[in-house]
């Protein structure tokens, strides 16, 4: 079986503005992961800027510092087996009108500059781990069971 790992996600403005955090939240939970952070937060533009530092460069970038600073996100943190990867499938292609229905940007989301949806890069070793660290303290994280687990894993 895969490692169990922690992967961050967030429900950004869009999400938030349109009621879509418990639909979210719903199919992480149905799926099996294990929330162990949460929190519902205004990113303010230094937090944004590292945040998608990766993205400075880039001509959609100022753009999007405004929108993710532009109201409340949820953020969070899952748990489980390969849930990095696993959550990005969830999650689908960076646009939505190239996201398969099923997924969360395929359902719920049309345009690429409003994706209802950040998640950590699978393709990016670590990426979980320092988003994880840039939003969340150690002791905002909680260790627990959750009662299904024995009938989620062999
Ligand atoms: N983005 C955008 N225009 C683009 C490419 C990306 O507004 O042409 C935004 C979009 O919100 C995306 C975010 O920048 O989610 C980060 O881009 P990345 O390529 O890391 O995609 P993701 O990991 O979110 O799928």
Not at 16 to 25: N, T
Not at 38 to 62: N, Q, S, T, V, W
Not at 124 to 145: A, K, Q, T, V
């Amino acid at each position: 079986m895969s490692e169990r790992e922690r992967t961050f996600v967030m429900v950004k403005p869009d999400g938030v503005q349109r009621g879509l955090i418990g639909e979210i939240v719903s199919r992480f939970e149905d799926r099996g992961l294990k929330l162990v952070g949460g929190k519902f937060m205004r990113i303010d533009r230094d937090l944004a800027e590292e945040h998608y530092g990766e993205h400075a460069d880039k001509p959609f970038f100022e753009g999007l510092v405004e929108f993710i600073t532009s109201g409340p996100v949820f953020a969070m943190v899952w748990e489980g087996a390969d849930a990095t990867r696993q959550v990005r499938s969830m999650v689908g292609e960076t646009d939505p009108a190239e996201s398969p229905a099923g997924t969360i940007r395929g359902d719920l989301g049309l345009d690429l500059g409003r994706n209802v949806i950040h998640a950590s890069d699978h393709e990016d070793p670590g990426s979980n781990e320092r988003e994880i660290d840039l939003f969340f303290d150690d002791e905002e994280l909680i260790d627990y069971d959750r009662v299904d687990e024995g009938w989620l894993y062999e």
